[in-house]
């Protein structure tokens, strides 16, 4: 596997399950993105992490729980979603300093 | 807010035309960075280009340049004998301060379909 890779590429649930997407990069980088894109509106920072540990939080709902257990890999745990939470989210990685993020494909979320 | 705008929702061209993508920003920062992405329909995000605001030489990238207008706050986007392949959605976005990558300031992005 090279770059970012992200599991699954879609997922549908229902507003009661409870569900993770994952997110694996492979370019040695420390610090690792989780974005939310919807329809019509700019790219949504959610959360970043940074050699393992949370360094940004945008107000994201607490039905939303990142988890980064090493530089490598990041999760987002989802539980009692409603379909406004219905989007695209993508993963990306970045090596500390001025680089570019490079992102996964994406997972497509619907929340019923 | 300081925000990117990219004027144009969409465009559509025919195969083998140039195709020049705006992208104008607002900052207060005397040092940033600015980038383009573009996203097929597979979703990837991919990086094409980072540009320090100390630069204002443009640059060249096979069928790609880039024109940095920093007095105009402008970082315009340019396709050469567009092709096929070309077609996804373009964005422009802004680093918040130059040291400090890991917040970008995203446009809307702009469609570009190059039809055959």
């Known amino acids: 596997e090279t770059g970012v890779t992200q599991t699954p590429r879609h997922l549908v649930m229902g507003m009661t399950n409870k569900k993770s997407l994952k997110c694996e990069q492979h370019l040695g980088h420390n610090a690792m993105y989780w974005y939310k894109q919807s329809a019509k509106k700019p790219l949504e920072l959610m959360f970043v992490?940074?050699?393992?540990?949370?360094?940004e939080n945008n107000s994201v709902p607490s039905r939303f729980s990142p988890e980064c257990p090493n530089s490598s890999h990041l999760f987002l745990h989802l539980h009692t979603l409603q379909p406004e939470d219905s989007a695209l989210y993508l993963c990306?990685?970045?090596?500390?300093?001025?680089?570019?993020?490079?992102f996964g494909p994406g997972t497509r979320l619907t929340v019923l | 807010a300081q925000k990117v705008t990219q004027a144009q929702t969409e465009i559509s061209v025919v195969e083998k035309e140039d195709v020049t993508l705006d992208c104008v920003y607002e900052t207060r920062d005397t040092t940033y960075y600015l980038f383009w992405y573009k996203q097929p329909p597979s979703g990837e995000l991919v990086f094409l280009i980072r540009r320090n605001s100390f630069d204002e030489q443009n640059e060249i990238s096979g069928r790609y340049s880039w024109n940095f207008q920093k007095s105009t706050s402008s970082f315009n986007f340019t396709i050469t004998a567009s092709q096929v392949v070309d077609s996804a959605v373009y964005f422009c976005a802004r680093a918040k301060n130059a040291g400090n990558n890991r917040k970008l300031i995203w446009g809307l992005g702009t469609s570009l379909a190059v039809n055959p």
């Open positions: 992490y940074n050699f393992k540990e949370q360094t």
């Open positions: 990306a990685s970045s090596q500390d300093g001025s680089l570019a993020q490079y």
